[in-house]
């Protein structure tokens, strides 16, 4: 089965940049989208196919996928970022398959 | 504005029955897959299945085949994931999403049910 790794935590000061990681076997030949999920609230996809922006998602999101690493990138992260990331791509075996999660801290 | 709406928390015993729902709104609900993703207290994102409301089409993940059954009601834009025998296990928050057909990703989520089996 298809597994994604991501860091627990990442830390970043006010007005910096974030950059969360997801690991995969030969992860940039897959599609890899992104989910903010916020405690008690849905998630948010806010990165899809590797590196688009769905409509209302900052330009501070980006992303990139290649060789066995995904990154999301916070540029000029807010305290409303404070958030656990999610990555996800799907697998002909496993299907859609999640990341373990990275709670993002803006000290 | 595309929603989609799930049903309350439900706290129940090990051995009880349970159907919970997300009704979608806003958008064509026979044109997009529905999923289901559990998440267990502390713990990451499972996807558990989808169906597609056009045509029931249905398919589980292997750890969640026999455990659950995902159906729909297209006449009332509702999808539904169901426990025929809850148990402590089962306990978490249970998140719909759409899926846009063709593609890989969840574009809109519901809110989550909180499910809490215990004796």
């Known amino acids: 089965s298809y597994e994604l790794t991501q860091p627990l935590s990442v830390s970043v000061a006010l007005g910096q940049t974030a950059r969360i990681t997801c690991g995969g076997n030969?992860?940039?030949?897959?599609?890899v989208h992104w989910y903010q999920h916020k405690p008690g609230q849905a998630p948010v996809m806010v990165i899809y196919r590797d590196s688009k922006r769905p409509s209302g998602i900052p330009e501070r999101f980006s992303g990139s996928n290649s060789g066995n690493t995904a990154t999301l990138t916070i540029s000029r992260a807010q305290a409303g970022d404070e958030a656990e990331y999610y990555c996800q791509v799907w697998d002909s075996s496993t299907h859609w398959v999640f990341g373990g999660g990275t709670k993002l801290t803006v000290l | 504005e595309v929603q989609l709406v799930q049903s309350g928390a439900e706290v129940k015993k090990p051995g009880e029955s349970l159907k919970i729902s997300c009704k979608g709104s806003?958008?064509?609900?026979?044109?997009?897959?529905i999923g289901w993703v559990r998440q267990m207290p502390g713990k990451g994102l499972e996807w558990m299945g989808i169906i597609y409301p056009g045509d029931s089409d249905t398919r589980y993940s292997p750890s969640f085949r026999g455990q659950v059954t995902i159906s729909v009601d297209k006449s009332i834009s509702t999808a539904y994931l169901q426990w025929s025998s809850l148990k402590a296990s089962d306990t978490a928050m249970y998140y719909c999403a759409r899926r846009v057909h063709s593609t890989s990703w969840f574009d809109y989520w519901g809110q989550g049910t909180l499910v809490t089996v215990s004796s």
């Open positions: 030969n992860i940039g030949s897959k599609n």
């Open positions: 806003g958008y064509s609900f026979t044109s997009y897959w």
